[in-house]
């Protein structure tokens, strides 16, 4: 016996899109792959007329999206989060294509809420959103024009999450949200610097990699209790050691 995604956890994420017409189409295809959830960051409003002309008939996606001015915001109650790139790099990676990654979320929705994040149409995502990503995935392309069309891509993802069936699994992992592991990273960040293994300076470079490594980990809310457990007690050491009050 197989099983599909639940399509009703996933969230089709698009940052600061540049064109309406392009989150209308986005619309659409998503409809097609029965997806319903649009999150719109920064960008053109779902709202302009514009993105109405190309919808075609999934005009109800268009009237219940919302929207964020952040990132950070827009995916502070999904467990997990995914950021699509067209672009290789030691800190964009390891990059899944549409199919693995679709394997891998069949179960995960079971219990867990799930962004599908695209970058706008010029630039795509920086470095700092998608280390706020918690698994990366990169459209197979030709080498000599990679370059695709927003609505093209999110279709690509959708059809695979879609059509996408797995083994009957018995276990499903309920994650921590994002917002409960950026909480668990800023305080990270603020120990490792004041333990002096991270230069105050520059604490993103590091930071963006173990981001990567807990992210692959799939943090489960007991693992990041347990995390900010192990940072408070490095705290109140360090304190101890200089004597703070």
Not at 96 to 111: G, I, M, Q, W
Request: charge should be positive.
């Amino acid at each position: 016996m197989q099983e599909g995604i639940r399509l009703d956890t996933i969230f089709i994420l698009l940052v600061r899109p540049r064109f309406p017409e392009n989150i209308g189409s986005v619309a659409r295809a998503m409809k097609n792959m029965g997806l319903s959830r649009l999150v719109i960051v920064g960008g053109v409003s779902p709202f302009h007329r514009n993105a109405y002309k190309l919808a075609s008939g999934a005009y109800e996606i268009l009237e219940r999206a919302e929207e964020f001015p952040t990132l950070k915001e827009a995916i502070a109650e999904l467990e997990c989060v995914v950021g699509t790139t067209s672009r290789m790099g030691k800190e964009r990676g390891p990059l899944l294509t549409p199919r693995e990654l679709a394997k891998k979320l069949v179960p995960l929705s079971k219990r867990n809420r799930i962004g599908i994040v695209f970058g706008s149409e010029k630039e795509g995502l920086t470095n700092e959103e998608l280390s706020l990503c918690h698994l990366y995935t990169k459209i197979p392309t030709s080498d000599s024009f990679p370059s695709l069309n927003l609505a093209q891509a999110v279709m690509i993802l959708c059809y695979e999450l879609f059509q996408t069936r797995i083994p009957v699994s018995t276990f499903s992992p309920r994650l921590a949200s994002s917002m409960e592991i950026e909480r668990m990273f800023e305080h990270m960040e603020k120990t490792l610097i004041d333990i002096g293994f991270l230069e105050a300076k520059n604490p993103k470079r590091i930071m963006r990699t173990l981001r990567r490594l807990f992210g692959r980990t799939q943090l489960e809310e007991r693992d990041v209790r347990i995390l900010q457990g192990i940072w408070s007690k490095v705290d109140w050491i360090r304190k101890q050691v200089r004597g703070d009050p």
